[in-house]
């Protein structure tokens, strides 16, 4: 009787193979594959709480990976509109609900080709979720330093 139980074992393995010993892949799916992304429908222009400057950024690639690193073109302008003069640039991401942020640290700096406009290099969202993104703005060496917060959506 043992006997007879391991022949019908094997005998259903050997049913769901084809003949190599792997199972068959799955079939694609039809229409649109959706990709991992972060941010499609995101607001992209703030102004800081003085009033004083407007933030605005753009996502290289557009729109944000998953868990991949991307970097950002953020352009500060005065209430005027004109590009902001002497002011430096710190970005990060948080989640609040989860009690952490990303786990890289990015680098800022200005670009020198177009005025008021700074390139963040390292930025990565690294799990799905609902993302803040901090841009705060520092007036001259040492003048107030004031925050943009942007609201991101991380999808699978």
Not at 10 to 27: H, I, R
Request: net charge negative; aromatic share 6%; charged share 20%.
């Amino acid at each position: 009787m043992r006997t007879l139980t391991v022949w019908l074992a094997w005998g259903l393995v050997l049913a769901g193979c084809d003949g190599t010993g792997m199972p068959e892949p799955s079939p694609e799916p039809e229409g649109e594959v959706l990709t991992s992304v972060c941010g499609a429908d995101a607001e992209k222009t703030a102004t800081v709480m003085s009033g004083a400057y407007t933030l605005s950024w753009q996502s290289e690639p557009d729109p944000i990976p998953l868990n991949e690193q991307f970097d950002l073109l953020v352009d500060v302008q005065g209430a005027d509109g004109a590009a902001a003069g002497t002011v430096s640039l710190d970005a990060d991401a948080a989640m609040p609900q989860h009690g952490h942020g990303m786990n890289t640290l990015p680098y800022v700096e200005p670009d020198e080709a177009t005025p008021g406009r700074f390139v963040v290099d390292g930025m990565q969202l690294h799990m799905p979720g609902d993302w803040k993104l901090y841009l705060d703005l520092t007036v001259g060496d040492d003048g107030p330093t004031e925050r943009a917060t942007f609201d991101l959506t991380c999808v699978e």
